[in-house]
């Protein structure tokens, strides 16, 4: 069974970073796109950016909102796929969720949820 | 940047039929992917590339696309059945997603 578990959310003030983790199990990590997906308070799916598996490249694609702020990396010796978010604003504040995907994400963690404010 | 439109909320009396729209420019050349949900949890894939059903998805959950139009078709609405549902496509290489549609059933 596919699991993934993110850790690293927290309270930020504006302008500051933060840096996500999502443990993923049960599947073959290096080979799998991973995806971030957010969700602000009491809306909808926002997806975040990937990372392509480095058979595929290992090349990111970031959303509009979040390029040049958010990197994703990923460490295929442990499994673990990683956010890290600077100049952080108060939209940015939302459950952050990974998932395994390149076209349709069929598994998802349990979110991890990042508040930024002052 | 390409556009996904959902209605709100779509209601269904217990045991009937939902139907849930996707609206989108030639949609149909798209794979489109259906998620449920429920308060306090993470999205679970329904539906995937236009039809499928992944697995421990209830036959009651079926979709189709066509023109600019999907559509995730719930049978024999349960209590259950009550989440939100987001539509999502690739395009260009970014993932969007509908706007999301409260499903009640009644």
């Known amino acids: 069974e596919v699991q993934l578990g993110e850790s690293g959310g927290g309270l930020v003030k504006p302008g500051g970073s933060l840096g996500l983790s999502c443990a993923a199990s049960?599947?073959?990590?290096?080979?799998?796109?991973m995806t971030w997906v957010r969700q602000a308070p009491g809306k909808g799916l926002e997806w975040v950016g990937l990372?392509?598996?480095?058979?595929?490249?290992?090349?990111?694609d970031y959303a509009a909102p979040v390029k040049g702020r958010f990197t994703i990396s990923r460490d295929d010796s442990k499994d673990t796929l990683f956010l890290q978010m600077n100049s952080l604003k108060t939209e940015d504040t939302a459950v952050y969720y990974c998932?395994?995907?390149?076209?349709?994400?069929?598994?998802w963690g349990q979110g991890t949820e990042v508040t930024v404010s002052s | 940047s390409y556009d996904l439109a959902q209605p709100l909320s779509v209601s269904v009396a217990l045991g009937q039929t939902a139907r849930i729209t996707c609206g989108g420019n030639?949609?149909?050349?798209?794979?489109v992917h259906w998620y449920q949900q429920k308060p306090g949890q993470a999205p679970v894939l329904v539906i995937y590339?236009?039809?499928n059903r992944p697995s421990g998805i209830p036959e009651r959950f079926s979709g189709s696309n066509s023109g600019n139009t999907a559509t995730l078709t719930i049978s024999r609405a349960q209590a259950g059945d009550e989440a939100d549902y987001y539509c999502?496509?690739?395009?260009?290489?970014?993932?969007?997603f509908g706007g999301g549609t409260k499903l009640t059933v009644l």
């Open positions: 998932s395994v995907g390149r076209d349709a994400l069929h598994v």
């Open positions: 049960g599947l073959s990590f290096s080979d799998t796109w």
């Open positions: 990372i392509k598996s480095k058979p595929d490249g290992g090349t990111t």
């Open positions: 030639n949609i149909e050349s798209k794979n």
């Open positions: 590339s236009d039809r």
């Open positions: 999502q496509v690739w395009d260009s290489s970014t993932l969007v």
